[in-house]
Each structure stands twice: as C-alpha cells, then as structure tokens.
C-alpha cells in the first residue's frame, strides 16, 4: 500500500477522522492508526524523493494528546506514548512536541507500577523517548531535566537483576524492555556530556554489562532512530 497520504485523508475533510477508520476523540492517534509508521510520515513531511513533495510540518494537537494520554487509564497509556513517538520520528515535529510536555508526560510514563499493563507502558514510554531525543538536543536536555535517565537505568536494573538469577531466561518482554531502555539511553547521551555523566552517575553501565553478560543482550534498534 502507498504511504503517502494527504492530511484530509488522515483526518477527514472535515478535519475529524477518516470514514474506514475507527474514530478517536484525539487527533493524533487516528493520524497514528493511518500512517502506522515514522517512515509513512517522514514521507507525508519531506516528499519521497521522486514525484511527491512533502507538505511540512504536521499541524496537530499535540498539547491535546499529551493531556489526554496523562489523564487516560493505564491501559491505554502506551497507544499514546506509541502515537507520539510515531510523528517523534521525523525531526520537524520534536520542538512541537518538546513545547506540548510530551518529553514530561513520557517521562511520567517510565514510573507507572502495579498495572497488568504497566510494562507496556513503560515500554511504549522509553520508545518515545528515544525517537523524542533523536537529533534533538533540547529533547534531550528536557528528558534529563524530567529525571528520565534514572528511571531507564531502573528498567534495565530491573532486567540485569533477572539476568543475574542462577534460573534466568530472559523473557520476550525482558528483551523489549532492554532494546528499549538501551535505545533510549543511547540517543540521549550523543553529544550530550551532562547526560553520559548523569548515565554514568545512574550506574547505568552496571546492568547493560551484567545483561551483556549474561549472554543475552538487546537487539539493536535500526540506525538513525
């Protein structure tokens, strides 16, 4: 299927939703549903290189997701960490974005417990955070002020502390949180000092090594995001 939509065709004509797609009160997730990837919508911004010119920017709500993805339940929390860390992907939006509270709100994210679906959560949340940091410097400034690298170093703790025990297999999940996590981590440390220390500081060499290690380390995520 071609990728390249016009913005009516994700919102409706009218502005609201697509009449084939299941309708969301927020904006920014039914555009999500539509373009399904970061690369659907790179090539909604920039063109395709050959015959299509991209339109720009996607002027969408963003502040609005953010609000609602703070005040939804848990179990709905992740398909709005997914949504923003979808449009994260392509560099035009991170300020946007920054300015809407989403690096905050993600942030957030990285602490919800006690939740069948907090995992997924917290998953969702570090993803976003890696695409938000991605050749965003002010993302990264604004995910270490958050208090966000601590809270990554935890969730691979969490994993090493498994990694360590003498029954360890690591579960599908474990390997989620650690790509994740590292992912995430990684971005915000490129030329970026203050966060590498604040990494270091965290002891976040500590359990990458002890899962490294452990003889089953993260998949890498693709390059560039």
Same mark, same amino acid.
């Given at each position: 299927?071609?990728?390249?939509?016009?913005?009516?065709?994700?919102?409706?004509?009218?502005?609201?939703?697509?009449?084939?797609?299941?309708?969301?009160?927020?904006?920014?997730?039914?555009?999500?549903?539509?373009?399904?990837?970061?690369?659907?919508?790179? &090539?909604?911004?920039?063109?395709?290189?050959?015959?299509?010119?991209?339109?720009?920017?996607?002027?969408?709500?963003?502040?609005?997701?953010?609000?609602?993805?703070?005040?939804?339940?848990?179990?709905?929390?992740?398909?709005?960490?997914?949504?923003?860390?979808? $449009?994260?992907?392509? &560099?035009?939006?991170?300020?946007?974005?920054?300015?809407?509270?989403?690096?905050?709100?993600?942030?957030?994210?990285?602490?919800?417990?006690?939740?069948?679906?907090?995992?997924?959560?917290?998953?969702?949340?570090?993803?976003?955070?890696?695409?938000?940091?991605?050749?965003?410097?002010?993302?990264?400034?604004?995910?270490?002020?958050?208090?966000?690298?601590?809270?990554?170093?935890?969730?691979?703790?969490?994993?090493?502390?498994?990694?360590?025990?003498?029954?360890?297999?690591?579960?599908?999940?474990?390997?989620?949180?650690?790509?994740?996590?590292?992912?995430?981590?990684?971005?915000?440390? $490129?030329?970026?000092?203050?966060?590498?220390?604040?990494?270091? $500081?965290?002891?976040?060499?500590?359990?990458?090594?002890?899962?490294?290690?452990?003889? &089953?380390?993260?998949?890498?995520?693709?390059?560039?995001?």
């Amino acid at each position: 299927m071609d990728s390249f939509f016009i913005l009516g065709d994700v919102l409706g004509d009218d502005g609201g939703e697509a009449d084939d797609e299941q309708p969301h009160a927020d904006e920014v997730l039914a555009a999500s549903q539509r373009y399904a990837s970061g690369n659907a919508v790179a &090539q909604q911004v920039y063109g395709d290189g050959r015959d299509r010119v991209g339109q720009g920017s996607l002027e969408l709500d963003w502040a609005g997701c953010v609000e609602r993805m703070r005040a939804a339940p848990v179990s709905e929390k992740a398909a709005y960490a997914r949504a923003i860390g979808t $449009f994260a992907q392509v &560099q035009m939006h991170g300020d946007a974005l920054r300015a809407a509270g989403a690096v905050e709100a993600a942030t957030e994210l990285l602490c919800v417990e006690s939740d069948p679906a907090a995992e997924e959560v917290r998953i969702a949340a570090a993803e976003a955070i890696r695409h938000l940091a991605c050749a965003n410097n002010g993302n990264r400034i604004a995910a270490r002020e958050a208090g966000a690298i601590p809270l990554l170093v935890h969730m691979l703790g969490r994993v090493a502390a498994a990694a360590a025990a003498p029954t360890s297999d690591l579960c599908a999940t474990d390997a989620a949180v650690t790509t994740a996590a590292t992912a995430a981590l990684r971005n915000l440390s $490129f030329q970026n000092g203050p966060n590498r220390d604040m990494i270091r $500081f965290s002891g976040g060499l500590i359990p990458l090594l002890r899962i490294v290690a452990s003889g &089953q380390p993260p998949t890498p995520p693709p390059p560039g995001t």
